[in-house]
């Protein structure tokens, strides 16, 4: 059973397009997150979410709006694509009170490319 | 300065070389660091954490030192699946929020 699962694992858009990106932990963790790898592999937080609640808001676009449903998922939607969204974008869960014993365990990420 | 920073390499060693990374980290507040491995075009996955003491999982060894802010890895015996950018990662103040150098990249040759 994959424990952070995204999709869709590739995606490949036209600007000005709106597109989601989901994801879902089967690990019972509270704490959720969306970062951004970029082309010179630097990995930065956007969004954090403990149990439903939005905790981290890194400053970002106001284009990309995160959704959580409940503590199990975490969606990324982002409006008007722009051709500098290219990157890959990880989801992440962890435990809330030991993140800083255990880290994070990471989906397989979603490979955008805006054209 | 950037928080957390690291060569970003390549380091190029034969198998069964020991190599070593070090990382530095800006905010004296930083309570708690890892190791994560990322293999290309995979996520990242944890290594190991790093402890005040010192610590040891098989081949791999961490330190940390928080007089100079400064985290280590050395890996002993190098195999070829080794290969991988080795990520440091650095919670600073206890919440949830982890920090991400720009990672050093490792190559192990025959």
């Known amino acids: 059973d994959t424990a952070v699962s995204q999709t869709p694992k590739y995606l490949v858009t036209q600007m000005g397009n709106d597109k989601s990106i989901k994801c879902e932990q089967n690990?019972?963790?509270?704490?959720m997150y969306w970062y951004k790898q970029d082309s010179k592999k630097f990995l930065k937080i956007m969004f954090s979410?403990?149990?439903?609640?939005?905790?981290i808001n890194e400053t970002v676009p106001n284009r990309f709006s995160p959704k959580s449903p409940d503590k199990a998922h975490l969606n990324l939607h982002i409006n008007s694509l722009e051709l500098g969204d290219s990157a890959v974008y990880f989801c992440?869960?962890?435990?809330?009170?030991?993140?800083?014993?255990?880290?994070?365990?990471f989906g397989s990420g979603t490979r955008l490319t805006v054209v | 300065r950037k928080e957390v920073e690291q060569d970003p390499g390549p380091f190029n060693v034969p198998e069964g070389a020991t190599v070593a990374f070090n990382c530095t980290y800006s905010?004296?507040?930083?309570?708690?660091f890892f190791w994560y491995r990322q293999d290309c075009r995979k996520e990242p996955k944890l290594l190991m954490s790093?402890?005040?003491s010192g610590n040891e999982d098989g081949r791999f060894t961490a330190q940390l030192n928080r007089a100079s802010q400064y985290i280590s890895l050395l890996i002993r015996d190098s195999k070829l699946s080794d290969s991988a950018t080795y990520l440091c990662?650095?919670?600073?103040?206890?919440?949830?929020?982890?920090?991400f150098g720009t990672g050093t990249q490792l190559k192990v040759e025959l």
């Open positions: 992440a869960s962890s435990p809330r009170d030991t993140v800083i014993r255990d880290g994070y365990t």
């Open positions: 690990l019972g963790h509270d704490t």
């Open positions: 979410y403990n149990n439903k609640e939005l905790i």
């Open positions: 905010n004296s507040a930083s309570q708690s």
């Open positions: 790093v402890y005040s």
């Open positions: 990662v650095v919670n600073r103040g206890g919440g949830n929020k982890l920090t």
